[in-house]
């Protein structure tokens, strides 16, 4: 979702200018494609005075579960688990710090 949506700007702007059969657009549309591919659902809308809210959404692709939205009642994560996150996202700082002369 992150690399897709980084894509949007550029995405627009090739429909814009309208290059929509040029070979990057091609490109493009083939990665949006392949993104939204599992994507599918029922989403619930409340429109009120010009304002649409999602309300509610279900998806059979959903990955989310209810069982697995807890860090401390479930199998999947264990707090032991974070150390090896931090210690990776912090690798660059650390590795940084080792090589900066005083």
């Not at 199998?75 to 690798?91: E, S, W």
Request: aromatic share 10%; net charge positive; glycine share 6%.
């Amino acid at each position: 979702m992150k690399i897709r949506d980084s894509l949007v700007g550029r995405y627009s702007e090739l429909i814009y200018n309208g290059f929509w059969f040029s070979p990057e657009m091609r490109l493009m549309q083939t990665t949006m494609d392949a993104s939204q591919a599992t994507v599918n659902g029922i989403v619930r809308l409340k429109l009120y005075k010009g304002n649409c809210i999602p309300v509610g959404r279900k998806s059979a692709n959903s990955l989310y579960q209810e069982s697995f939205a807890t860090f401390e009642e479930d199998a999947v994560y264990t707090q032991a688990d974070a150390g090896g996150f931090i210690r990776l996202n912090a690798l660059r700082l650390k590795i940084q710090a080792l090589t900066r002369q005083p």
